[in-house]
């Protein structure tokens, strides 16, 4: 989100925060939220498909929504009149294309009218043809999980991102002369997926709320947390929609301005300066001397945290203004000991998510085998893998892959290390000052392993970052 | 007892002393540019600040004539007795786009180990790649505090025309730098020059002056960069090569032979002389591209018809 959206859309929340109170709160959230999506959506080079993707994440939500809702839920008439609100938002949007004054809710001129109202009619066909099973089968379930993560791998394997370019720009009668894979750049879909899947999940093991459509559509693109999380958890998120709203007093207005300055700052200024001197894929091959190149990888490490840490502070603090009491997401993470208390501490929404639908469905799967392997074996798997799919989740490319395997075998490793170390170093920092040495020594390690591992983030190429660690250890 | 916060008073208290703070600075005008990281924690640029894609180049343009200079290698080394110092100031040809520091006139000079009087030549690329004599002379007498023992001038006849003199950004964005040049060196600057940004009390606060103090940071921020990977100048890997087959057009910025006086700013060479005073000046008629492509009897290059003056040196 560029500083103006963000600041568009904090006046927004304010003014009906302290205009209408809880007077169609909710109405707001979720009208806000539709528009948003259209209106953050960057400019494609497929024709049309700026417009289409927004819509296609609205179609994703809403036939989520209705496999998981439950048949009492789904069958009250306020979905309908919610259902075609949204879609009057959407056409509306879309007649944009007849007022060029109107069109700066999208990136290009929306589509014509008659390919919107297909798609709602498809849609429409499906949502029917869904609910005719007397039983609703649970088989629906598997079938949402298979296709959101089908998309999911879309989106973030290249080669398919580049034939799913390909086959978008034939579609709309275009040239393949330039199509790349990152023609088709849908915005905000990582977290959308996994709040999609979360509600699957949950759905799956019945733990999933009753939520009408207008609910379910708020909570997966609210908007202050669409494009950089955080990953709310769905009864979280309607707990506080639903709660009473009194409208915003001093102190929450204190607060969430608080927030959303800090965040404003670490974003605007810390970050974006050290944008211009952090690592990247040209500077890596330029800077030669160890000391630059240490210092570049400092910058780099500095400048993802206050990126994203200030676009969490901006998401909970314009999300505070109405009312909604997003989770945290960092706490300190470069202040930590050791790896595992970073991970606990880094996009700690995301690390969640995965221990909740991962980590530990897993683990537990590896329990019950009849002849079930070691601890450490368990843990080096169970590690490696959830750490992998956190680097897929960014892109599945061998610099994420590789990434993901570094912080993997790090955990495992200090896993073991503090398994034999523990008592030892117990007995040995006995005073306060023994224990600060512990303390400072640990984050100044685990700082430093995951500085050099965030190399292998930054660059695209993993022969280039290899490349970088040796000229960190002198080796040019 | 603590006492609770009050949000409110918290506020007006912040915005007021806000805007305070944006009085305090357009009506002080403090002048940060004199004040740079270059030349303490890193090394000076071996060129004046200019660029016009900076997350490639490292560099970017600013009109902050302090903030140029105390980026400037110039501004860290102080003149030795030993050292003969060469300032050059000029155009891109003599900035050097295209060219590594090194490569330019100024580095090529120095590569050379030359003596002068006795003395060690060092030699100091002063150059800005935009075309005005005015623009020269500004930076002539801006350069001039760092006593050199010689000066070398560079210029072209398509520095000359006065419709340029003011319309480069630098000396439309230094307005009483120019009208100081025109006061004490009879430099030809209209007063009312509609190409000068003059800038209103309001544009003078931290607000409305944001691009400069913007610019100033990220110049001292690019430092790093610089000192880092020694790179000032994006070096695309293929370039348009200059025109040789021209138009049949004799024209001249709407000007017409034989050019006179009132055409061109010859006065800002007289001007030059004048910054320079006593020390020595090599004023340098810049070769230039004489096509041999299509109408090359009509036009030298795409800039410069031929059959208009040329200009005779002084020295």
Redesign the interface.
């Known amino acids: 989100m560029a500083l103006e959206n963000i600041l568009i859309l904090a006046a927004a929340s304010l003014l009906w925060a302290t205009t209408f109170r809880n007077h169609g709160r909710t109405w707001f959230m979720l009208i806000a939220s539709v528009i948003v999506i259209f209106w953050l959506q960057p400019a494609l080079p497929i024709r049309g498909a700026d417009f289409f993707t927004p819509l296609a994440t609205l179609v994703l939500v809403v036939l989520t929504w209705f496999i998981t809702a439950d048949d009492e839920t789904r069958k009250q008439r306020k979905n309908v009149i919610i259902l075609a609100i949204v879609a009057g938002v959407v056409l509306l949007l879309n007649l944009t294309r007849f007022i060029p004054q109107l069109q700066f809710f999208t990136a290009s001129r929306p589509p014509q009218l008659e390919t919107t109202l297909l798609i709602f009619l498809i849609t429409g066909l499906t949502l029917f043809a869904l609910s005719r099973p007397t039983r609703f089968s649970a088989s629906f379930l598997t079938v949402g999980l298979v296709l959101t993560i089908g998309l999911f791998l879309l989106i973030k394997i290249p080669d398919l991102s580049l034939w799913l370019a390909s086959f978008l720009r034939t579609l709309s009668g275009q040239s393949l002369t330039n199509v790349s894979a990152n023609d088709f750049r849908w915005l905000g879909f990582s977290y959308v997926a996994f709040r999609l899947i979360h509600t699957i999940r949950d759905k799956q093991s019945g733990r999933f709320p009753s939520v009408d459509v207008g609910e379910f559509i708020t909570y997966v693109i609210f908007f202050p947390a669409f494009t950089a999380g955080p990953i709310d958890r769905l009864e979280r998120f309607i707990k506080d929609l639903r709660a009473p709203f009194a409208g915003l007093n001093l102190e929450t207005f204190y607060s969430a301005g608080q927030r959303l300055l800090i965040g404003l700052f670490k974003k605007f200024v810390i970050a974006d300066a050290l944008a211009l001197i952090a690592l990247n894929d040209t500077n890596a091959t330029q800077v030669t001397s160890t000391f630059w190149m240490w210092f570049i990888v400092y910058a780099y490490a500095l400048q993802i945290y206050f990126d994203f840490s200030g676009y969490t502070d901006i998401a909970l603090g314009i999300a505070q203004l109405l009312g909604i009491k997003l989770p945290e997401n960092f706490a300190s993470p470069y202040l930590k000991p050791n790896l595992t208390q970073f991970w606990n501490n880094w996009h700690m929404t995301l690390t969640q998510w995965f221990r909740a639908y991962f980590f530990n469905p897993i683990t537990r799967w590896l329990r019950s085998w009849q002849k079930p392997m070691s601890i450490p074996m368990m843990i080096l798997l169970t590690q490696v893998a959830t750490m992998l799919l956190i680097g897929f989740w960014h892109g599945v490319t061998w610099n994420f892959t590789l990434w993901g395997l570094w912080h993997g075998l790090g955990l495992f490793i200090h896993n073991r290390w503090n398994d034999a170390t523990k008592a030892k170093a117990a007995t040995w920092a006995i005073t306060p000052t023994k224990q600060s040495v512990l303390n400072i020594s640990g984050i100044l390690l685990t700082f430093h392993f995951v500085a050099i591992g965030w190399i292998f983030f930054a660059l695209s190429s993993p022969v280039v970052s290899w490349q970088v660690i040796l000229k960190l250890f002198g080796v040019n | 007892m603590k006492q609770p ?4 008073n ?2 007006i208290k912040g915005l007021l002393l806000f805007l305070l703070f944006n009085l305090v600075i357009a009506a002080w005008q403090p002048g940060v540019g004199q004040f740079s990281l270059y030349n303490a924690i890193y090394p000076g640029r071996e060129r004046l600040p200019f660029g016009e894609n ?3 180049s490292y560099n970017l343009s600013l009109f902050d004539l302090d903030a140029m200079f105390a980026s400037h290698v110039i501004a860290g080394i102080n003149k030795a007795d030993s050292e003969f110092r060469i300032i050059i100031v000029g155009d891109s040809s003599v900035w050097g786009t295209l060219l590594k520091p090194e490569e330019t006139l100024a580095g090529q000079l120095n590569a050379d180990n030359l003596t002068a009087c006795g003395k060690n030549v060092r030699a100091y690329n002063l150059g800005y790649p935009t075309i005005s004599l005015t623009k020269d002379v500004m930076l002539l007498s801006y350069g001039m505090q760092y006593d050199p023992d010689l000066v070398i001038w560079m210029t072209t006849l398509d520095a000359f025309p006065l419709e340029k003199q003011t319309s480069t950004p630098l000396v439309a964005n230094n307005e009483e730098k120019a009208r100081e040049l025109a006061s004490n060196y009879q430099l030809r600057v209209d007063a009312d020059d509609s190409n000068f940004e003059v800038k209103s009390f309001w544009q003078k606060t931290f607000i409305g002056d944001r691009r400069a103090w913007a610019d100033f ?2 110049l001292q ?2 430092g ?2 610089w ?3 020694g ?1 000032d100048q994006f070096y695309p890997a293929d370039y348009e090569k200059a025109q040789t087959d021209l138009e049949a057009d004799d024209s001249y910025h709407d000007l017409t032979a034989p050019l006179t006086e009132d055409d061109l700013a010859i006065n800002a060479l007289e001007a030059g002389f004048n910054v320079v005073g006593e020390t020595s000046m090599l004023l340098v008629n810049e070769p230039m591209l004489i096509s041999s492509g299509a109408n090359s009897d009509i036009r030298y290059n795409f800039s410069t018809p031929a059959g208009y003056m040329t200009i005779t040196a002084r020295s």
Do not use: E
Not at chain 2, 5 to 8: A, D
């Open positions: 916060i009050k949000p409110l918290v506020l900076p997350k490639q940071f990220r921020i690019y790093v960069m000192s880092a990977t790179i």
